[in-house]
């Protein structure tokens, strides 16, 4: 029997209804391959158990993985001299291995910070070898990013690593360099949110519970010529080129499952250009209402806003915790910033629908209207 407060509370409070989840991850999924995965999820496909009991050799699990890997290169575009590796361990994984696989003992790599996961890639790259800071926004705390003509590249440098979208401190980068030495990126929050333009690029990482599926696989794109300059010997598990060469060991077999469903769903949407006009409605809308007065206020310069992790403050921060618990009764859920920033943000990925921010906005206008 429920209590009399508990009959009176909303659906949202009660937890009986999905909520739109602003998470920066793992981030929400598109429902409708939510309920997919549900209908299949005790026998997949006819063949007697669950997508999570069936052999990883099995061709029911070779005709899942082949049409996810199939689906990303042409979402992406990419051609046959790319490998799509479905691995484990997440992009911070991928900041040790990039540059194990890349850096050669007498060589070096830059990289360009901006922002918390930018800082982690180069910590674990110095245990490889030399990493050098060829830009920086750390002293504007990581609110804009630096111009490309500004970089301070070394012609030699075995590649450049980049992270083009900051999670945390809600900056992106808007357009995809083409530089002397090959781009290494860690893409994990802006994946298949907008077309790229992949000629810069020798390899490019993401965890995939941002845009592309739940936790547990990372998404790891190389381009063949780029993939023999690897340095030699390599553990096993580490080599990339072991995984472009065949299925080395059990993948992470649900998490990949769920991206080709993903996958597929935008590809019935129309793409990643309709993806991305569908994303850059969601931003601007939710920008437009921060910039609208004082009493909210962005944090990174306009030209560099992430079209993912809306960053912002109020203009009395003792308010935020009420903001982010009176948003959560309001069905609006992970608007809490990272411990290390503090303030809001919101998480409008890719499966985000546009009424979810529409919503977002409405409160911000009602909470604005009772404290402002």
């Known amino acids: 029997m429920s209590t009399s407060a508990e009959a009176t509370q909303t659906p949202a409070q009660a937890g009986t209804e999905r909520l739109y989840n602003f998470s920066a991850g793992p981030a929400t999924l598109p429902e409708e391959v939510l309920l997919e995965v549900k209908e299949e999820l005790p026998v997949y496909d006819h063949v007697g158990a669950s997508i999570m009991e069936i052999s990883h050799r099995s061709a029911a699990y070779d005709a899942v993985e082949e049409s996810a890997r199939a689906r990303l290169k042409t979402l992406l575009g990419l051609g046959d001299d790319w490998h799509v590796l479905f691995l484990q361990g997440g992009a911070s994984m991928q900041f040790y291995q990039a540059p194990l696989n890349f850096l050669p003992p007498d060589g070096s790599a830059d990289y360009v910070i901006t922002g918390r996961w930018g800082q982690k890639a180069i910590k674990e ?186 960053t912002f403050r109020l203009h009395d921060e003792d308010l935020e915790p009420v903001f982010i618990e009176q948003a959560k009764q309001h069905g609006l859920m992970s608007l809490k910033g990272h411990r290390s920033v503090g303030g809001i943000r919101a998480s409008i990925y890719n499966a985000m629908p546009e009424d979810g921010v529409e919503a977002l906005v409405a409160f911000m206008d009602d909470f604005e209207r009772q404290h402002g």
């Open 125 to 310: 790259a110095q245990l490889v070898g030399t990493a050098r800071v060829a830009a920086s926004s750390e002293d504007d705390d990581f609110n804009a990013i630096p111009a490309v003509e500004t970089w301070d590249l070394d012609p030699d440098a075995a590649f450049v690593h980049i992270t083009t979208n900051e999670t945390v401190n809600g900056n992106q980068m808007t357009d995809d360099p083409v530089l002397d030495a090959p781009l290494v990126a860690d893409a994990s929050s802006e994946l298949l949110s907008r077309p790229m333009n992949l000629e810069g690029y020798g390899l490019i990482y993401a965890g995939a519970q941002k845009n592309v599926g739940p936790a547990g696989v990372t998404i790891v794109l190389v381009r063949d010529d780029f993939l023999q300059t690897r340095t030699q010997p390599l553990p096993t598990m580490l080599d990339y080129g072991t995984h472009a060469a065949k299925r080395y060991n059990t993948p992470p077999v649900f998490p990949i499952y769920v991206v080709e469903k993903v996958c597929r769903w935008l590809q019935d949407l129309g793409g990643l250009d309709a993806m991305y006009a569908i994303n850059q409605r969601k931003a601007a809308l939710l920008y437009d209402r921060i910039d609208r007065n004082a009493f909210y206020r962005g944090t990174v310069r306009p030209e560099d806003r992430s079209m993912m992790n809306v």
